[in-house]
Every structure is written in structure tokens, then in C-alpha cells.
């Protein structure tokens, strides 16, 4: 019952979002303008600053990306995307954009294991795309705290494939769980993370 409204609530946060976009696309609404915004401003500020790392940059990404929102509301097509993917999109690519303008960014480990000690942090300039670099190392963070939303056992099956390497046979045999079962926990595993980036507009 929780997960069917959890996805009711989900399809109903959509249309509202739709029908915000309608209203300013076609009536300039700037009341429908200012509750996107309000929703939606903070979301897209920890986004920002997650990749770019400065609070005044990503501050200014957020207004930007609300301005084109509002200016190329007639873009926006709810039939072939949500609003979220939309937005964080557009985010997403400013921010992008403003790491290869300023070619340096400093980059924290993804995962704990990879701190040994002393200064942690690598820092990268214009000999390698930090942008690429920045936006993966957000995806991959976002994706261990997406993984520990998932049901134990498909929890377990993504573990035990993605972090230790084991095989999907491997698992069946050592575990006691029928092949199958394995693959599709794994399917399901994946189905539910690629949504969940996506509803954070992070599925590209």
C-alpha cells in the first residue's frame, strides 16, 4: 500500500508541476512561477553547489536556472519527461558550464575508502575535464545513498555484484539463491536507482 502512494503522490506532484508550467507558458502566471520556485530552489541549490562547490556560484546557478525556466517555458514538454528531470537538467548543465569556464575544481573522495590520510582532496585543471569529473563524482555519491533506500535483499545482490565484484552465479551458489531470484532482484535493484536518478534529474 506505501509504495502504491508513494507512486499516487508521485504521478499527482507531476501533473501540479505541469499545470504550473502551463500556467506560465500560456498566462506569464508568475504565482505559479513563485511556487515552483519555492519548491524546487533549494533542490536545485544542493544540486549546484555539489558540483561546483562554491556557495556564491551555486546560488547564482539557481537564479539562472529559474530564468530560463521561466523564459523557455514553452519548451517544456510534460508528455515526453517530468518537470523535475527538466529542471535539474538545466541545472546540471549550468553548472557543468561554469566548472569548464573557471578549469579548476577541487574534487573529494567518493568513496571513505579512498581517504589515506593528509590532504584528501586531488585537485584537477584544464588537463582533464573536471566537469566530467565533478558531475560523475556527484552521480556516484548520490548513488550510495540511494542504494541504502533499497530493500535488504536487493541491497545485498547490488553489493555484493557492484562493490565486490562477485558474479551473479557466484552469488547464487555461495548465498543458496536461486539464479534467477538473483537476477531479478539485480533488475529491480537497477530499475529503482535509475528512477530515483532520475527524479533528481541525474539519469544522464
Same mark, same amino acid.
Given at each position: 500500500?506505501?509504495? $502504491?502512494?508513494?507512486?499516487?503522490?508521485?504521478?499527482?506532484?507531476?501533473?501540479?508541476?505541469?499545470?504550473?508550467?502551463?500556467?506560465?507558458?500560456?498566462?506569464?502566471?508568475?504565482?505559479?512561477?513563485?511556487?515552483?520556485?519555492?519548491?524546487?530552489?533549494?533542490?536545485?541549490?544542493?544540486?549546484?553547489?555539489?558540483?561546483?562547490?562554491?556557495?556564491?556560484?551555486?546560488?547564482?546557478?539557481?537564479?539562472?536556472?529559474?530564468?530560463?525556466?521561466?523564459?523557455? %517555458?514553452?519548451?517544456?514538454?510534460?508528455?515526453?519527461?517530468?518537470?523535475?528531470?527538466?529542471?535539474?537538467?538545466?541545472?546540471?548543465?549550468?553548472?557543468?558550464?561554469?566548472?569548464?569556464?573557471?578549469?579548476? $575544481?577541487? @574534487?573529494?573522495?567518493?568513496?571513505?575508502?579512498?581517504? %589515506?590520510?593528509?590532504?584528501?582532496?586531488?585537485?584537477?585543471?584544464?588537463?582533464?575535464?573536471?566537469?566530467?569529473?565533478?558531475?560523475?563524482? $556527484?552521480?556516484?555519491?548520490?548513488?550510495? %545513498?540511494?542504494?541504502?533506500?533499497?530493500?535488504?535483499?536487493?541491497?545485498?545482490?547490488?553489493?555484493?555484484?557492484?562493490?565486490?565484484?562477485?558474479?551473479?552465479?557466484?552469488?547464487?551458489?555461495?548465498?543458496?539463491?536461486?539464479?534467477?531470484? $538473483?537476477?531479478?532482484?539485480?533488475? @529491480?535493484? @537497477?530499475?529503482?536507482?535509475?528512477?530515483?536518478?532520475?527524479?533528481?534529474?541525474?539519469?544522464?
Amino acid at each position: 500500500m506505501e509504495i $502504491v502512494d508513494k507512486k499516487q503522490a508521485a504521478r499527482d506532484e507531476s501533473v501540479a508541476n505541469n499545470e504550473l508550467m502551463e500556467a506560465i507558458r500560456d498566462f506569464g502566471d508568475i504565482v505559479a512561477f513563485r511556487d515552483l520556485y519555492d519548491k524546487y530552489s533549494p533542490a536545485v541549490l544542493g544540486l549546484s553547489f555539489r558540483i561546483v562547490r562554491n556557495r556564491k556560484l551555486a546560488e547564482d546557478i539557481v537564479q539562472e536556472t529559474f530564468w530560463r525556466i521561466w523564459h523557455n %517555458s514553452a519548451q517544456f514538454d510534460g508528455s515526453k519527461g517530468r518537470f523535475t528531470s527538466w529542471m535539474f537538467g538545466i541545472a546540471r548543465n549550468l553548472s557543468i558550464d561554469a566548472i569548464r569556464r573557471n578549469k579548476r $575544481v577541487t @574534487l573529494q573522495p567518493v568513496f571513505e575508502e579512498q581517504t %589515506s590520510g593528509g590532504d584528501d582532496s586531488a585537485e584537477f585543471t584544464e588537463d582533464e575535464d573536471v566537469a566530467d569529473l565533478a558531475w560523475a563524482e $556527484v552521480r556516484h555519491k548520490e548513488i550510495r %545513498s540511494m542504494i541504502k533506500l533499497l530493500p535488504p535483499e536487493q541491497f545485498d545482490v547490488i553489493v555484493w555484484i557492484y562493490f565486490q565484484g562477485k558474479t551473479r552465479r557466484e552469488i547464487a551458489k555461495e548465498q543458496d539463491i536461486p539464479f534467477g531470484t $538473483v537476477n531479478t532482484r539485480a533488475r @529491480l535493484a @537497477l530499475k529503482k536507482l535509475q528512477a530515483m536518478l532520475s527524479d533528481r534529474g541525474m539519469d544522464e
